[in-house]
Nanobody, 120 residues
Framework: QVHLVESGGGLVQPGGSLTLSCAAS????????MGWYRQAPGNQRELVATIARGGSTDYVDPVKGRFTISRDSAKNTVYLQMNSLKPEDTAVYYC??????????????WGQGTQVTVSP
């Protein structure tokens, strides 16, 4: 069983910063890709950023230059540093990890989500 637990969400003013964390626990071989997604009210869940096991990163255009994804493989933890936050960044943020299970299959696991609200 694998669990992902997110933390770090909250209320912040426009232009402010927040750092999200997501820690994976349980029994598995390794984590291949870790990523952050978000879902605003009435919208589909969308990709924000991903980081591969080797460290390569990818971002969607609206967050490029403002958000930074990183990971600590020793701690099975992924971070999302969010700067220059805008009201349109308001959403529930979810982490997802693609994990090699003990029986040899790659599986996706999701966290429970953390609310980020950007408002004056």
């Amino acid at each position: 069983q694998v669990h992902l637990v997110e933390s770090g969400g909250g209320l912040v003013q426009p232009g402010g910063s927040l750092t999200l964390s997501c820690a994976a626990s349980g029994s598995f071989v390794y984590i291949r890709t870790m990523g952050w997604y978000r879902q605003a009210p009435g919208n589909q869940r969308e990709l924000v950023a991903t980081i591969a096991r080797g460290g390569s990163t990818d971002y969607v255009d609206p967050v490029k230059g403002r958000f930074t994804i990183s990971r600590d493989s020793a701690k099975n933890t992924v971070y999302l540093q969010m700067n220059s936050l805008k009201p349109e960044d308001t959403a529930v943020y979810y982490c997802k990890s693609n994990i090699l299970s003990n029986w040899g299959s790659y599986l996706d696991f999701w966290g429970q989500g953390t609310q980020v609200t950007v408002s004056p």
